[in-house]
């Protein structure tokens, strides 16, 4: 399992699967998501626009990815 770092509360799986490369564009996203290639936390999702937010696993093209909040450290 890999752990993948988003920045705010939430992001739209289409945007996930680009990030972490499953997905090397927005076409190609759609239409994994479209065919029921990808699982969020067990349940198949066919929503392009669906929230993924820290805490979710998504599965997809045999990888599996846990997000997480990226930390942000304080500069004094």
């Not at 988003?6 to 996930?16: C, E, N, P, T, V």
């Not at 090397?24 to 999702?45: L, Q, T």
Request: aromatic share 0%; hydrophobic share 40%; no cysteine.
């Amino acid at each position: 399992m890999e752990t993948i770092e988003i920045r705010g509360d939430s992001i739209k799986l289409g945007q996930l699967l680009k990030l972490h490369g499953v997905a090397e564009h927005g076409a190609m996203a759609k239409d994994m998501i479209a065919d029921g290639e990808v699982v969020v936390n067990g349940e198949v999702e066919t929503r392009r626009g669906a929230t993924i937010r820290p805490g979710d696993t998504v599965e997809a093209l045999g990888e599996v990815i846990q997000v997480s909040t990226e930390e942000v450290t304080a500069t004094d």
